[in-house]
């Protein structure tokens, strides 16, 4: 590995996993060894998904390019113009823009989820309160005791 590795294009799925089989000759490792490697770093990525991953021509998962490269050698802010330039294929973005993003990407998400749970909660609330889930025949036969029976 005495030559630079190549560069993440960011123009479309085609030429980015053409990019990655280059990353991997760059490399010089088996897609066992890429596994193992992987592994090391923390990630996981089967040899047979690396394989299948590097034979087609659509854009992987996030998480496996960052796997991939990790494997490969590719240290952390090199990878990081490897996902960004993934980012951009997939969304169409400026890479700028999709760094700040992906670490603010469950901030939204998570907020929209929060709001519709405290939406849910006050039309159940107010529905409860107005009787709508109780019978009024049902709560004048109930009768409550603090002591239990003897049996």
Known sequence: MTTAPPTPPDTDAVAFVAALRRLKAWSGLSYRLLERRAT???HTLP???A???LGRDRLPREELVAAFVAACGIR???AEAWLDARMTIACGRP???TRMTRN???RQPRWAFSGA???VAALLGGVSAAGAFTADVEVEQTQTSLHLPRS
Do not use: I
């Open 76 to 78: 952390a802010d090199e």
């Open 47 to 49: 040899y047979s998904t």
């Open 51 to 53: 394989a299948t991953m």
């Open 117 to 119: 749970v405290a939406l």
């Open 95 to 97: 890479a700028e823009t």
């Open 40 to 42: 090391e770093a923390g």
């Open 104 to 106: 603010r990407s469950f």
